[in-house]
């Protein structure tokens, strides 16, 4: 436990209890961080700031959701933040924030928006000076600044991923691809079903719908909710883009099976007349003249080579098996609707 307190025009900077007491006692503005779980800290949060029990529950254990919660005397709001990104997965990061009239009090577990704002504070009272209201706009616009680098890494990589389907799709690659597609959807999930939580706490912050919240500072407030706000909308468009990734996949896999299927029916096709030569051959009948033709053997093998040559040719012609002059002109002639 830290606490911050604001004395005169210098930052003082303690962790002993009966200092924050007595400077809670003269209304001395402070910012309290809480770091883990103690009796100190519990005392401080039931004894000496008033929190109802369940404000007290809810900053130590761990919340899925966030919140808002207007007392008598405190506002308390719980937000996420995005930590570190391991693999495919976002970490999300409680933060839970206690304004009162004079004080803060807020628990990052990890550090990650609190060792920002506390450095910024050490270097200048500027924050505290302004008002409790501007210490915790602070918190706030730090926890929402940290999903940019995180959007920017999504879009990279969603990019990436878009020209890994249409090169590993179908191929014994795709089953990452397909892996990575899905981890992203659930990715993206997970922060959609948090954002809209989170949206409406900070919209309802921007509003000016809490006493704790004076008039002057509103518009920050709002700058944050707009930040957000485009964060989520990002978000959405992901959403979207991956969805098309994975339609892309599954129509790109699809095509290759074609293109196998096709070479295999047009191998089938081949041999089809070319083993009935051979059935007939082979059948050793007396009264087949071929049989004892010197000749017949050399035929029956030119007869099948023709067939087969035959049928290349005429699926060239079609333009199933590469690309002859004369089915581009029948594809140029049908796509101008020419007689």
Known sequence: MQARILDGDKLVTTTRLVDI???LAAKQ???IDLERESPEANELLKDVLKLHPLTIEDVWGPRSQPKIDDFDEYLYV??????????????????????????????????????????????????IQKGIPWLAHALLD????????????????????????????GTPKGKKVLARILA???????????SIHQREILLRLSRGDFGEIPAEAIPFYRDVYDHFLRIGDITEGYRDLVTSALDAYLSVQSN????????????????????????????????MPELHWWWGYPFALALMTSVGIGILMYFRYKGWIGDSEAAKERKRRADTGAD
């Open 21 to 23: 007491r007595a400077a």
């Open 29 to 31: 503005r402070i910012w």
């Open 78 to 127: 719980i937000i996420h933040g995005i930590g570190a990104r391991k693999k495919d997965k976002l970490e999300l990061v409680e933060i839970d924030i206690v304004i009162g009239d004079n004080w803060l009090v807020s628990h990052d577990r990890d550090g990650l928006i609190s060792d920002d704002v506390g450095t910024e504070l050490d270097h200048s009272p500027r924050l």
């Open 142 to 169: 730090r926890a929402v600044d940290r999903y940019l680098p995180v959007i920017d890494q999504l879009d990279r990589e969603i990019e990436q991923l878009e020209v890994d389907v249409l090169s590993k799709a």
């Open 184 to 194: 992203f959807k659930r990715t993206l999930q997970d922060l959609r079903r948090m």
């Open 256 to 287: 290759r099976m074609n293109e196998v299927m096709k070479t295999l029916t047009l191998i089938s096709t081949i041999m089809l007349p070319l083993t009935f030569i051979a059935g007939v051959y082979g059948m050793n009948f007396d009264n």
